[in-house]
């Protein structure tokens, strides 16, 4: 340990950070309409140490860092001290082109290992990224094992996710995970509850973890040795949170004048505290584990092993800045005065405050010790896999079928055939893993565990569909019934070609209803650009027996709202199949996001999917081979039925409800002319293709090509066992009135057609929506 250049570091970081957003909030030009930008010094002076005593002693270049939001400019002081990160990106901090307000894998251009800005998932993510490196392991990689490194604050712990994600790690026989918590005792609105750290310490011991607190610093273990120093400690485990912010805050004479009131001023105690002056006081008293550099180096080379552990780094809030311990510190500014009177302390001078190396006594020793860390010698840590070319394109023969069996059978045949790709994929699904129709998939490839565990009933000769054993080779992970692990670990497989250098294909299953109890997390997963498929299934109103529970209305709209993923929602098993083709290449590309002139999408940037899928069986559409409906498929939409040139009515449908499209068209054929029927199979790339071509002059794109045709009397009659706002914008394409028939309310139990009834969904209710918008024109009769 070479604790000199360490404490020099410490005080870089802990003055590059604070002038960092000290200059963006009172120095960067801004005009009138601008809100304060802010920034957490004190957030991020609390972790100065902690950071320092990690990346610089005690982590290797395999090891990969959750840094918690509110530190995000102690990273990237770091990363600029180390040179890896131009000066301009730091003098604009949370400007158009600096670097982010919280680290980000996409936004910033300085080795984010994992974006955070979502309190809680930041921390939960090394795990599943623990548990990736056990599959990668498992299945023949043979790189150094890195430790997965979450550093949090305290108030995170109040994030449920938290602990499903501490469930779901001892399940998997978690390890080579350490959580280091900033327990700095203050959140946004104030101080945390008295005695945390007890039910802290008591949790990650049940779930196996090593719990190590790190409460006193060098100083303060010094002094409990000396006479009276058990009485020291004692007090100081018995002050309650809010007070020793308070005299923090207050500085030396406020600790001599309580600590003489509570121990007493003829004793040893008192001559301990008599010894030291005011200023010499406030450094003891302020001398927690989590600002003491060699406690830290300690406590971190004491886990030497791959116990999964949380450090417990008692700090103060704004620690070593005059807003220390104050608490309206969180979302605080030190003001001109203050940042004055902190740059003097500091020792830098006017004009070097974006010195790199300002104030350092021997520069060229410091900078030889820089180049000698061992996180940082390797140099950039993103690594890059190769593609893999995914199998011929499966075709299904059903006549009657759902898409979710069809998306069984399509995986169960690839598991069948084999290859490169096929040992490349990685399912997963929150204890549906049967009811999503993956169990086909299960049987033949089997499920991930680091030890291998029989499967019970097969020992036993119990019949049973299901082969359930377990291990290192199985290519299946099942997850708690938690879906916020669901996309969490999706996150972590679908980052494993950039973390560890090896292409994964992660796709996960869960019912579609429930794509929004883990939404926060697939939100955060598409932010940091991981790559994997998520099938939602089953969809709508169509799980009708099970009632509105298990009913889903508004997913359609979160598909296209979801940034970094393309959403589909295929009837028929021959647009299945095709999408899942091109699938499987979207994934692994990582090219330039620059629009395609044809559709003006950004397909070869790559991106994650998410398919809605049925479980409803519908009469299949013949075999299909024109290369314009293959097409169609892919962009979002074909017509299944052309119209004619003097077109009355457009039926515009997205998924299961094709057979009540189909009908309606027909029982309309003789009553309006020339129905067109158009098949949409992503709402989401069709509107964001439309978009995007309206921002360029002259553009067109293919919802232009497929409307533009219409006649401005035709209408559209657009449904779907979902939101009805999902179709509603094609009205806008050229200017056609639009019906759209949807799903707003929340369902109830029955059989599907007396739900579609109920709704509005089937062919009578588009009938209907035809006679009200053409009043006094026949419609043919209800259907019985």
Same mark, same amino acid.
């Given at each position: 340990?070479? !604790? ?58 395999? +090891? ?52 955070? &800005? ?15 490196? +056990? ?27 938290? @602990? ?18 900033? @327990? ?99 450094? !003891? ?23 999964? /552990? ?31 009177? =902190? ?32 996180? =940082? ?5 993103? =690594? ?119 292409? #994964? ?18 939100? @955060?997963?598409? @932010? ?5 498929? $998520?099938?939602? /299934? ?8 099970? &009632? ?52 003006? #999408? ?10 809605? !899928? ?7 559409? !013949? ?83 497929? $409307? ?77």
């Amino acid at each position: 340990m070479q !604790l000199e250049h360490l404490q020099t570091v410490h005080r870089r970081l802990l003055w590059l950070s604070s002038w960092t957003i000290h200059n963006a909030n009172h120095l960067r030009d801004k005009d009138d309409t601008d809100v304060k930008v802010g920034g957490h010094q004190a957030s991020s002076a609390s972790m100065a140490a902690i950071m320092t005593a990690l990346y610089f002693h005690a982590l290797r270049p395999e +090891d990969r860092v959750a840094v918690k939001p509110h530190a995000g400019p102690v990273f990237h002081a770091m990363q600029y001290l180390m040179g890896n990160l131009p000066l301009e990106k730091l003098v604009a901090f949370r400007g158009f082109g600096g670097v982010q307000s919280y680290p980000s894998r996409t936004k910033d251009v300085d080795d984010v290992d994992f974006s955070t &800005g979502s309190v809680g998932l930041g921390a939960a993510l090394p795990v599943f990224a623990s548990i990736v490196q +056990d599959y990668l392991q498992g299945h023949g990689r043979d790189a150094p094992m890195g430790r997965m490194v979450a550093l949090i604050g305290d108030a995170e712990l109040d994030e449920g996710n938290i @602990y499903e994600a501490l469930q779901e790690g001892w399940k998997h026989d978690l390890r080579n995970v350490w959580w280091v918590i900033d @327990y700095n005792r203050q959140s946004l609105d104030g101080v945390v509850r008295e005695g945390l750290f007890q039910r802290i310490e008591a949790i990650f011991s049940a779930f196996g973890w090593r719990a190590v607190r790190i409460k006193y610093g060098a100083l303060q273990q010094a002094a409990f040795a000396e006479p009276g120093g058990d009485a020291l400690r004692r007090w100081i485990d018995g002050c309650p949170n809010a007070l020793y912010s308070a005299l923090t805050f207050q500085g030396g004479p406020a600790w001599r004048k309580r600590l003489l009131a509570d121990l007493g001023t003829a004793n040893d105690a008192a001559d301990l505290i008599g010894r030291r002056s005011d200023d010499e006081l406030a450094a !003891l008293m302020e001398n927690l584990g989590g600002h003491c550099l060699r406690t830290l180096c300690e406590a971190f080379d004491d886990a030497d092993d791959d116990r999964p /552990t949380v450090f417990l780094a008692y700090t103060i809030k704004g620690w070593g800045t005059p807003l220390a311990g104050h608490k309206d510190n969180h979302a605080g500014l030190m003001t001109p005065a203050q940042m004055a009177q =902190f740059q003097a302390a500091m020792g830098v001078a006017p004009g070097a405050e974006w010195d790199r190396l300002a104030a350092v006594p021997d520069p060229a020793a410091l900078q030889a010790f820089l180049d000698s860390v061992p996180f =940082f010698r390797a140099g950039p840590r993103r =690594f890059r896999a190769a593609a893999i070319a995914p199998p011929p394109r499966i075709d299904l023969s059903d006549t009657v079928q759902s898409t979710q069996a069809g998306f069984g059978k399509i995986l169960n045949e690839i598991a069948r055939q084999g290859g490169a790709f096929a040992d490349r994929v990685l399912t997963m699904s929150p204890d549906v893993t049967v009811s999503t129709n993956l169990g086909g998939w299960v049987n033949q490839r089997g499920l991930f565990a680091r030890e291998l565990r029989d499967d019970t009933f097969r020992a036993e000769r119990v019949p049973s569909t299901q082969k359930w054993s377990f291990g290192p080779s199985g290519q299946h992970l099942e997850l708690g019934i938690a879906e916020m692990n669901l996309m969490l670990a999706l996150a972590a497989a679908g980052l494993s070609h950039s973390l560890f250098g090896e292409r #994964l294909i992660p796709v996960g299953t869960v019912y579609d209803p429930f794509v929004v109890r883990g939404l926060d997390a697939l939100n @955060y997963a598409c @932010y940091q650009d991981a790559r994997f498929l $998520l099938a939602g /299934t089953p969809s709508g109103v169509t799980l009708a027996p099970e &009632g509105g529970a298990h009913q889903s209305i508004n997913t359609p709209l979160i598909g296209m709202a979801q940034d970094g993923l393309c959403a589909f929602e295929p009837a028929f098993l021959d647009e299945l199949s095709l999408i899942l083709d091109w699938s499987w290449a979207h994934l692994q590309r990582d090219g330039e996001a620059r629009p395609d002139p044809r559709t003006h #999408l950004t397909d070869a940037a790559g991106g994650s999917v998410y398919l809605r !899928l049925s479980t409803r069986p519908i009469q299949q559409a !013949l075999r299909r081979s024109d290369p314009d409906f293959a097409q169609g498929v892919i962009d979002g939409a074909y017509w299944l039925r052309p119209p004619g040139p003097n077109a009355e009515v457009v039926i515009a449908y997205q998924g299961v409800v094709a057979p009540e499209a189909i009908e309606a068209a027909g029982r309309l054929a003789g009553l309006r002319r020339d129905i067109g029927v158009l098949a949409v199979t992503s709402a989401d790339r069709l509107h964001a293709g439309w978009c995007a071509a309206r921002r360029i002059p002259g553009a067109r794109s293919h919802a232009d090509r497929l $409307l533009e045709g219409l006649p401005p009397h035709c209408l559209i009659v657009t449904v779907i066992d979902g939101h009805p706002a999902t179709l509603s914008w094609l009205g806008s394409v050229v200017g056609h009135r639009v019906a759209a028939l949807g799903v707003e309310r929340f369902g109830q139990t029955g059989r599907i057609a007396d739900l579609y009834r109920y709704f509005g969904l089937d062919a009578d209710a588009i009938l209907a929506a035809v006679a009200r918008h053409n009043p006094g024109r026949p419609v043919i009769a209800a259907s019985a």
